[in-house]
């Protein structure tokens, strides 16, 4: 099923999700789910707070065909590049916004795939990207808390006001 996503500034997209303890037919039916939203959404990434599920369970797929899927399942960045790199991120919970974010180039991720079974995901580019910016949300980060103050103020009073609108249509 496609899900409801989360748009700032709902509090409950600052919750810190809680570690999967068994992979199990609930959790892949989740992530079934998770990956049925990020593609309604044109999403490449989707982390599960972002539809209201407080467990640590990341879908990815920054394929142009959709043939390159990932699950991961209380990932763990184990390492990360010195250098950084800027680039302008969107996210599904902050609908029409983008702004300028640090991230490491490349990152190397430990997780539980959909069977529960252990591997390790070396990341470059968008991939990195991605993977940094989901396992923010899973934390109850947002790519607008690196903004200035002012910015992120500017933001919630654009989404707020449109939300306004909306419910009034
Ligand atoms: O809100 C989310 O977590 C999804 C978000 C993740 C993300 C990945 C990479 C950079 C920024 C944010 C998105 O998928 S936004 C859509 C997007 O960034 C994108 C879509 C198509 C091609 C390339 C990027
Ligand atoms: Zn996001």
Redesign the pocket.
């Known amino acids: 099923a496609v899900l409801d996503v989360l748009t700032f500034p709902d509090e409950r997209l600052r919750t810190k999700a809680e570690p999967v303890t068994e992979v199990n037919d609930d959790i892949r039916k989740i992530v079934d789910d998770m990956f049925e939203t990020m593609y309604a959404e044109?999403?490449?990434?989707?982390?599960a707070t972002?539809v209201n599920i407080h467990k640590r369970i990341v879908v990815i797929d920054v394929s142009d065909n959709k043939e390159q899927s990932y699950v991961l399942i209380n990932p763990e960045i184990i390492r990360k590049s010195d250098n950084i790199m800027v680039n302008e991120?969107?996210?599904?919970?902050v609908p029409t916004c983008y702004a300028k974010v640090d991230r490491h180039t490349e990152v190397t991720v430990k997780a539980l795939d959909r069977d529960g079974n252990s591997f390790e995901l070396d990341g470059e580019e968008?991939l990195a990207?991605?993977i940094q910016?989901?396992l923010d949300?899973l934390n109850g980060v947002l790519f607008v808390d690196y903004l200035s103050p002012l910015k992120r103020k500017r933001i919630q009073a654009k989404l707020e006001k449109e939300a306004r609108l909306a419910s009034r249509s």
């Open positions: 044109n999403g490449v990434g989707l982390a972002q991120e969107g996210c599904l919970s968008l990207i991605c910016h989901e949300h």
